[in-house]
């Protein structure tokens, strides 16, 4: 397992760069993000919140209305492009007992490679496009908490503030 950085560590902060060599260090790296998301009950794990500052991320829903678990790996995305609106309620391994609900895109069409550089594109819906953003963000050194109002973001950054010094 593989040690997952918690806010407000500043790595989490980092624009992360893109991944430009597909060999077996990357799959390895993979294989571990996926056995750590696993272990910690998460359903999403981006690389810098493994302190890896790479552009990639695993996601696994769990079984869904009838479809079996499926582990999607996303190396270097773009989301191309997105439309409608869903509320969902998020959390995350790197802000561990916060959910807070968080608006975004219904559909998102992105764009990635495979672990062997393979360009692939993937229109996505509902939960796994939520899923998506949330970790695409992770690249970027956004975390949820961001998305939030002002409000609701001050006094949660205050709580988890006083939580880290206790
Ligand atoms: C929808 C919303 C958010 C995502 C991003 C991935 N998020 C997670 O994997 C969150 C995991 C999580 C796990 C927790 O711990 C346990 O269940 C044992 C948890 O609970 C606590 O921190 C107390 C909260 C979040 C994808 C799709
Ligand atoms: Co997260």
């Known amino acids: 397992m593989l040690e997952i950085l918690k806010y407000p560590d500043p790595k989490l902060k980092e624009v992360a760069r893109e991944v430009d060599k597909f060999d077996k260090k990357l799959h390895h790296l ?3 993000m996926a056995e750590t998301m696993y272990g910690a009950n998460g359903i999403g794990l981006a690389a810098p919140q493994v302190g890896e500052s790479l552009r990639l991320f695993v996601i696994d829903l769990g079984p869904m209305e009838d479809q079996p678990a499926k582990l999607y790996e996303f190396i270097n995305p773009v989301i191309e492009s997105g ?26 069409s992105v764009s990635y490679q495979d672990r062997n550089g ?13 899923a998506i953003q949330h970790e695409n ?13 002002a409000l609701k973001r001050r006094l ?6 006083r939580a880290v010094t206790l």
């Open 30 to 32: 993979l294989d571990q």
């Open 83 to 108: 439309d409608g609106k869903i509320v969902f309620e998020e959390g995350c391994l790197s802000v561990p007992g916060v959910t807070e609900e968080v608006v975004r895109k219904e559909r998102v």
């Open 118 to 130: 393979e360009s692939h594109r993937m229109v996505a819906e509902g939960l796994l496009a939520v």
């Open 137 to 149: 963000d992770h690249l970027d050194g956004t975390l949820f908490i961001e998305k939030l109002s």
């Open 156 to 161: 949660l950054k205050k709580k988890l503030e």
